[in-house]
């Protein structure tokens, strides 16, 4: 079936490209940002495409259209882009060209493509004029795709913004700008320009409303060896505050104009994957030169101070309560009150906001039965969610944000007979994730290295998942946050070439991160157990430092969805080890005896 309204979207922007001689217009999910999730008002490729995934890049033709997006959207947007004419590229997979690739190929002498540079980073925009060049095309970044074709577009971002105390931050602002002006000065940078929202909320310790989920204000920021200045939609809401930690605060829209004050000559720190390429166009208009480097805000704001790492493990252990109380509610009821992915889903977002230093969720929850829980970011629709039956495999991806930090967890459970095929699956991922839980490892690992500790146990049984292993998570922010990452692969999804980025991040005491393997069956069942770990020393000998990961998720991986007999000896001590912390940290916490008689059955030696 044909669907309408895409198909009439995309038209109305061909006749615009018709009239204003473009072959091709470039659309991504992103914000001016790069941010992972946006706000409505940015959702242009879901305006254009009807996919709603959050990796997506849209480019349109005058007689065709293609879609980029990675493995953990395929089967979702297979489904939203049925009916449009759109042509799903499923990144990563043999034979599909990148967008690079194919703008190679596809791109002639004397062709136009245009995209809104605010919204691509600079080494995708650098990327694109390269093959532009090489090809005799031309590019145009300063337009709008949706302008006057998005009739009803939501209103721009414009939330409240809060500002941290330094006793729930355990640093001040005016602290942290210092820490970067030093880095500033070891480099020899004059300036640095910032875009990054959660890295901008960490260094001046505020928080705003203008993404879901993601407590951040949309703000740019410049940083300069005597003033500071952060450019925001309500200036004079903490303009007092500013002033109090040594920086100005002035209008968002003003902050373009700011770039075209820099001198020639002058060096300013950038990094490529966080800034977009209308802000380097201008920096190297202005004949800047361009320090290249990782931001410092980043790595800092990744390793937690110790009054961050002792409110996130409270945080944690409240939330692990809230999680065990629903499964147990989960296992105990099913079959005997009717029960859907939605009613569950809901059931758990109002246990959650009981917590009283809650704030919201941190992402939407994801309550999968069967085989939805095969698509790794599904959300049930009311008129389409599944009934929960006593049978198969449940499926939770939920978390909160709370004053005290972000949660993140994941867990899957038996709700009554499964096949053999699903409790080996089930087993080798609760290997995976025991094993990595558990890693003991030298300092200068990255998340690479990491990686093979939880992968291996499938690879070896001819299985895998097609997403990371784990992500960084915030303090009280962003609940995907870098630049640490557990994965093994490090190709640029940009260049294709080897990257210096996330998962080649060395590993710190006090990063936060998930563990989170899964094995997914399409039209079948899925599986994920993730467990929050944080990085701690070991110990030291000749041989060098040591480090490892300490549990901060504490609920019980079931036993019951468990094949024991492929355990070997150590995986058994692990389980074992993780269910004893669970049980000691928990059971104090449970006051109803049928809670605790369950937690103490799901935790039982083995």
Same mark, same amino acid.
């Given at each position: 079936?044909?669907?309408?309204?895409?198909? /009439?979207?995309?038209?109305?922007?061909?006749?615009?490209?018709?009239?204003?001689?473009?072959?091709?217009?470039?659309?991504?999910?992103?914000?001016?940002?790069?941010?992972?999730?946006?706000?409505?008002?940015?959702?242009?490729?879901?305006?254009?495409?009807?996919?709603?995934?959050?990796?997506?890049?849209?480019?349109?033709?005058?007689?065709?259209?293609?879609?980029?997006?990675?493995?953990?959207?395929?089967?979702?947007?297979?489904?939203?882009?049925?009916?449009?004419?759109?042509?799903?590229?499923?990144?990563?997979?043999?034979?599909?060209?990148?967008?690079?690739?194919?703008?190679?190929?596809?791109?002639?002498?004397?062709?136009?493509?245009?995209?809104?540079?605010?919204?691509?980073?600079?080494?995708?925009?650098?990327?694109?004029?390269?093959?532009?060049?090489?090809?005799?095309?031309?590019?145009?970044?300063?337009?709008?795709?949706?302008?006057?074709?998005?009739?009803?577009?939501?209103?721009?971002?414009?939330?409240?913004?809060?500002?941290?105390?330094?006793?729930?931050?355990?640093?001040?602002?005016?602290?942290?700008?210092?820490?970067?002006?030093?880095?500033?000065?070891?480099?020899?940078?004059?300036?640095?320009?910032?875009?990054?929202?959660?890295?901008?909320?960490?260094?001046?310790?505020?928080? /705003?409303?203008?993404?879901?989920?993601?407590?951040?204000?949309?703000?740019?920021?410049?940083?300069?060896?005597?003033?500071?200045?952060?450019?925001?939609?309500?200036?004079?809401?903490?303009?007092?505050?500013?002033?109090?930690?040594?920086?100005?605060?002035?209008?968002?829209?003003?902050?373009?104009?700011?770039?075209?004050?820099?001198?020639? /000559?002058?060096?300013?720190?950038?990094?490529?994957?966080?800034?977009?390429?209308?802000?380097?166009?201008?920096?190297?208009?202005?004949?800047?030169?361009?320090?290249?480097?990782?931001?410092?805000?980043?790595?800092?704001?990744?390793?937690?101070?110790?009054?961050?790492?002792?409110?996130?493990?409270?945080?944690?252990?409240?939330?692990?309560?809230?999680?065990?109380?629903?499964?147990?509610?989960?296992?105990?009821?099913?079959?005997?009150?009717?029960?859907?992915?939605?009613?569950?889903?809901?059931?758990?977002?109002?246990?959650?906001?009981?917590?009283?230093?809650?704030?919201?969720?941190?992402?939407?929850?994801?309550?999968?039965?069967?085989?939805?829980?095969?698509?790794?970011?599904?959300?049930?629709?009311?008129?389409?969610?599944? /009934?929960?039956?006593?049978?198969?495999?449940?499926?939770?991806?939920?978390?909160?944000?709370?004053?005290?930090?972000?949660?993140?967890?994941?867990?899957?459970?038996?709700?009554?007979?499964?096949?053999?095929?699903?409790?080996?699956?089930?087993?080798?991922?609760?290997?995976?994730?025991?094993?990595?839980?558990?890693?003991?490892?030298?300092?200068?690992?990255?998340?690479?290295?990491?990686?093979?500790?939880?992968?291996?146990?499938?690879?070896?049984?001819?299985?895998?998942?097609?997403?990371?292993?784990?992500?960084?998570?915030?303090?009280?922010?962003?609940?995907?946050?870098?630049?640490?990452?557990?994965?093994?692969?490090?190709?640029?999804?940009?260049?294709?070439?080897?990257?210096?980025?996330?998962?080649?991040?060395?590993?710190?005491?006090?990063?936060?991160?998930?563990?989170?393997?899964?094995?997914?069956?399409?039209?079948?069942?899925?599986?994920?157990?993730?467990?929050?770990?944080?990085?701690?020393?070991?110990?030291?000998?000749?041989?060098?430092?040591?480090?490892?990961?300490?549990?901060?998720?504490?609920?019980?991986?079931?036993?019951?969805?468990?094949?024991?007999?492929?355990?070997?000896?150590?995986?058994?001590?692990?389980?074992?080890?993780?269910?004893?912390?669970?049980?000691?940290?928990?059971?104090?916490?449970?006051?109803?005896?049928?809670?605790?008689?369950?937690?103490?059955?799901?935790?039982?030696?083995?």
């Amino acid at each position: 079936m044909i669907n309408t309204t895409i198909v /009439g979207r995309l038209n109305e922007l061909r006749s615009r490209m018709e009239k204003e001689n473009y072959d091709m217009i470039l659309v991504t999910s992103s914000d001016f940002h790069g941010s992972e999730y946006v706000s409505d008002y940015f959702k242009v490729s879901e305006f254009f495409s009807g996919c709603t995934s959050d990796n997506v890049s849209l480019l349109i033709l005058k007689d065709s259209a293609f879609l980029w997006t990675d493995a953990r959207y395929f089967l979702s947007a297979g489904e939203e882009l049925s009916g449009t004419g759109i042509e799903l590229m499923k990144s990563g997979e043999p034979g599909v060209p990148t967008l690079n690739q194919f703008l190679d190929s596809h791109l002639q002498p004397g062709m136009t493509l245009g995209y809104d540079g605010r919204t691509i980073s600079c080494e995708r925009g650098e990327m694109i004029r390269r093959i532009a060049v090489e090809k005799n095309a031309g590019v145009n970044g300063t337009i709008d795709p949706a302008f006057d074709i998005w009739k009803d577009r939501p209103e721009f971002p414009n939330g409240k913004i809060s500002i941290l105390s330094a006793e729930e931050t355990g640093k001040d602002a005016k602290e942290k700008i210092a820490e970067v002006r030093e880095c500033m000065q070891r480099f020899g940078a004059a300036s640095l320009v910032l875009s990054k929202l959660d890295d901008i909320m960490w260094l001046f310790n505020i928080r /705003g409303e203008d993404i879901p989920y993601n407590p951040v204000a949309i703000a740019y920021c410049i940083i300069r060896n005597e003033e500071a200045f952060l450019y925001i939609r309500n200036p004079e809401s903490i303009s007092e505050y500013g002033k109090t930690e040594g920086f100005s605060v002035r209008p968002y829209d003003t902050f373009f104009d700011d770039l075209e004050q820099f001198t020639e /000559g002058e060096k300013v720190w950038i990094d490529h994957a966080y800034l977009s390429d209308r802000i380097m166009s201008i920096l190297l208009g202005r004949r800047i030169r361009p320090l290249l480097a990782p931001y410092p805000t980043n790595m800092k704001k990744a390793v937690k101070n110790e009054t961050e790492l002792e409110r996130i493990r409270e945080c944690y252990l409240r939330d692990s309560v809230i999680l065990c109380k629903f499964l147990y509610y989960v296992q105990s009821h099913v079959g005997k009150e009717e029960m859907t992915e939605i009613s569950l889903a809901k059931k758990l977002d109002y246990m959650r906001s009981t917590i009283p230093d809650f704030i919201d969720l941190s992402f939407s929850t994801i309550s999968a039965y069967g085989p939805n829980a095969a698509v790794v970011h599904y959300e049930p629709k009311e008129e389409s969610c599944a /009934g929960i039956k006593a049978e198969g495999f449940y499926l939770v991806d939920s978390g909160g944000q709370y004053e005290s930090g972000t949660s993140d967890v994941t867990r899957t459970i038996a709700l009554g007979e499964i096949t053999e095929e699903m409790r080996r699956d089930f087993t080798y991922v609760a290997i995976a994730n025991l094993r990595l839980l558990y890693a003991k490892f030298l300092y200068g690992c990255t998340g690479a290295n990491l990686d093979m500790y939880a992968r291996s146990v499938l690879w070896e049984n001819g299985v895998d998942f097609k997403h990371g292993t784990g992500h960084g998570i915030g303090y009280r922010l962003n609940v995907h946050e870098g630049p640490q990452n557990i994965a093994w692969k490090i190709i640029s999804p940009v260049t294709g070439k080897i990257s210096g980025g996330n998962a080649k991040t060395v590993f710190e005491p006090g990063m936060i991160t998930s563990d989170e393997p899964g094995i997914y069956r399409d039209g079948k069942y899925g599986i994920r157990t993730e467990t929050i770990i944080e990085c701690v020393e070991e110990n030291n000998n000749e041989y060098g430092r040591f480090l490892s990961f300490r549990p901060l998720t504490l609920v019980p991986i079931d036993l019951n969805a468990m094949n024991l007999s492929i355990l070997d000896e150590s995986d058994r001590k692990k389980l074992n080890a993780y269910h004893k912390e669970v049980y000691e940290k928990i059971s104090p916490l449970l006051s109803d005896p049928d809670e605790l008689a369950w937690l103490k059955k799901a935790t039982k030696e083995c």
